[in-house]
């Protein structure tokens, strides 16, 4: 090819190349922050057991161990105590059922047969800065549903529903952050 244009040569051809450079290397040192996590003063967070107002004592503490073991590494800080962290997590568990959304059933005169059961826990969290004294993020009916097969232990669905809670807790913390 030997017209105008030929390879790199020409002049208009590398000033658009060395333009295209200019300005790649210099988007190189801009960065975007919009809604991460955690604002810059935040580097420990205190998470308390949350208020149980449920007739099952034991959902507070299976929270409360969930959250301790992945709320923190999710969010990217470190666990301290309440005097000392830069944020707190803390809440109420509002309500739990065990309903059954799935049977056959019974043929004539037979009794329907449960095949499957379903856990259902709803909280109400809020994530507090200590610093600044302001809610971070906040949910006044954070619900998550678990499953179990009928005959298995209501455990499963019990784990099920309080791994999803803690998940929606922390997409939650990150879309608002």
Partial sequence: MNGPLRGSTH??????WLLVAVVAATACNYSFRAGSFPPEHIRT????????QTSRFEL???????????LPSALGIRTAGVDVADAVVRGSITRFDVV???YTSGGRGQAAQVVQRQVSI???VEIIDLIDNVILWESSNLQAQGEFAEGAPE???RAEAIELLVQRIVDGAQSNW
């Fill in 100 to 102: 059954t959304p799935n």
């Fill in 45 to 52: 967070i205190a998470i308390q057991p949350f208020d149980n």
């Fill in 155 to 157: 455990l499963e669905g």
């Fill in 60 to 70: 507070s503490a299976e929270l409360y161990d969930q959250l301790l073991s992945n």
């Fill in 122 to 124: 709803a909280v109400t």
């Fill in 11 to 16: 002049p208009k051809l590398r000033l658009v």
